[in-house]
């Protein structure tokens, strides 16, 4: 009976022992899922479990980057298109053209312009203008294209024509011979854009470094600023840490009572022609760009067929006006 009892301690004992390791050795190779995130800080920083049972971090579902950063990106499973970027785990932040959750559909307040090749191709290369084009084909007349698309006249994209192209829906798109591989000439393009099916009614865009943008667009860099196109074309900033680089002018435009006869406040003239916002012109071997609160606003043209002028043959009067030798303007009681 002894005996008896005794291996039968002896069994349960055992069984209990192999219990034991198998439920060890079970929770050495198990991981668990993340759990809800454990700082309220990093929100997207969610735990896990190591095989061998230690604690670690790692990033939430739909979410990716570092876990000292917080894993601050997320993650759309389908990419989203038309320029939209992933601002939620798998929806898309679209632009305002676009609508859908990967900014699949157009929306139905914008269409796309007819193709078009303004600009014969020369011995430099070849340009289509998005300001020339806005003022002379009647398209986008009061507002930045919201996308741009460029092509060969034979219909292959800009992309995979295998030459160096620039296609940007705030300038337009650019082909110089001698940024070519293996000494090629650029072939003919034509551009179309996307514009609102009904233009906006007094509306300015705002100008930034020669380029154009529509109200409640942002410009994220400036002295600290983050800068919003106000509907009058003026920019409104706010004071923003994670924005610090070189300043945008908040000027208003100015005003010259001396101003030639015929310009108007924000008007730009060379000689005796008059420029308005956004129109261009060459000078000096430079293509300046007038801007109603900057003035010109000038960039090498590196073509190397232009002959500059002598820096004599011109003055200007603030950034707004450029006079040639011979003519006047008046400026108070002085004689320019």
């Known amino acids: 009976m002894r005996t008896f009892v005794f291996l039968a301690a002896l069994t349960v004992a055992w069984g209990a022992s192999i219990r034991m390791q198998w439920e060890e050795w079970e929770t ?75 900014c699949e559909i157009l929306n139905k307040n914008y269409r796309w312009s007819d193709w078009m090749n303004f600009n014969p191709k020369t011995d430099v290369g070849d340009s289509e203008d998005v300001y020339i084009l806005r003022r002379e084909m009647d398209v986008c007349k009061s507002s930045v294209p919201q996308a741009i698309e460029c092509q060969t006249v034979a219909g292959i994209d800009s992309s995979q024509s295998g030459q160096v192209v620039t296609c940007d829906r705030r300038e337009g798109l650019r082909c110089r011979n001698d940024e070519q591989p293996l000494d090629e000439q650029c072939v003919d393009y034509q551009i179309r854009l996307l514009c609102p099916v009904k233009d906006p009614k007094n509306v300015r865009t705002c100008s930034h470094k020669a380029k154009e943008y529509d109200p409640e667009e942002i410009v994220k860099e400036g002295d600290c600023l983050a800068c919003i196109c106000q509907t009058d074309g003026r920019w409104s900033c706010y004071s923003d840490e ?38 261009r012109t060459t000078l000096d071997c430079k293509t300046c760009t007038c801007d109603s609160t900057s003035g010109w606003i000038c960039t090498e043209t590196r073509d190397p067929t232009c002959l500059a002028s002598q820096s004599d043959d011109y003055c200007r009067i603030g950034q707004h006006f450029i006079f040639f030798q011979g003519q006047t303007a008046k400026k108070e009681c002085n004689t320019w």
Do not use: M
């Open 242 to 279: 994670d924005y610090c680089d070189t300043a945008i002018s908040t000027t208003p435009s100015p005003v010259f009572p001396w101003l030639p006869k015929g310009v108007k406040p924000g008007q730009c003239i060379v000689g005796e022609t008059v420029f308005i916002h956004g129109e």
């Open 28 to 102: 050495d190779l198990s991981e668990t899922g993340p759990t809800t995130p454990i700082e309220t800080t990093r929100p997207n920083v969610c735990t896990s479990y190591s095989r061998d049972g230690s604690q670690i971090q790692i990033c939430c579902e739909g979410y990716t980057g570092t876990v000292e950063e917080g894993c601050t990106t997320p993650v759309c499973s389908t990419p989203c298109q038309n320029g939209g970027t992933c601002g939620k785990p798998n929806i898309c932040d679209c632009p305002k053209a676009y609508d859908g959750t990967h």
